[in-house]
Nanobody, 125 residues
């Protein structure tokens, strides 16, 4: 599975961006897709995840109520709608996928086998 993240860019605080994670092949076969972010000098931080049939989602407390994760299985794409962006959301955002995760592992970056290349989000205050 190859993943490609896109949609990042500069935005002012309070603005919105939508990130996309496109898969090279069908990932609806029970793949969990997660979004993570990293800032210089810090570990990857969990942002959100969604299961293969979109029945379950999970969010980091820092983004709850502002970010929405969704997936379009017909296009093999997972989206991360980011609203009311803050300066602290500035990071490189990565999408990841795995076909064997249990829900308790969704927030653990080391549990994912497949990663995209990352897209930079810069929020100016």
């Amino acid at each position: 599975v190859q993943l490609q993240a896109s949609g990042g860019g500069p935005v002012q605080a309070g603005g919105s961006l939508r990130l996309s994670c496109a898969s090279s092949r069908r990932t609806s076969g029970r793949y969990v897709v997660g979004w993570f972010r990293r800032t210089p000098g810090k570990e990857r931080e969990f942002v959100a995840a969604i299961d293969w049939n979109s029945r379950h989602t999970s969010y980091a407390d820092s983004v709850k109520g502002r970010f929405i994760i969704s997936r379009d299985t017909t296009e093999n794409t997972v989206y991360l709608q980011m609203n009311n962006l803050k300066a602290e959301d500035t990071a490189v955002y990565y999408c990841a996928a795995d076909g064997t995760l249990i829900r308790s592992s969704w927030s653990n970056p080391t549990a994912y086998d497949y990663w995209g290349q990352g897209t930079q989000v810069t929020v100016s205050s």
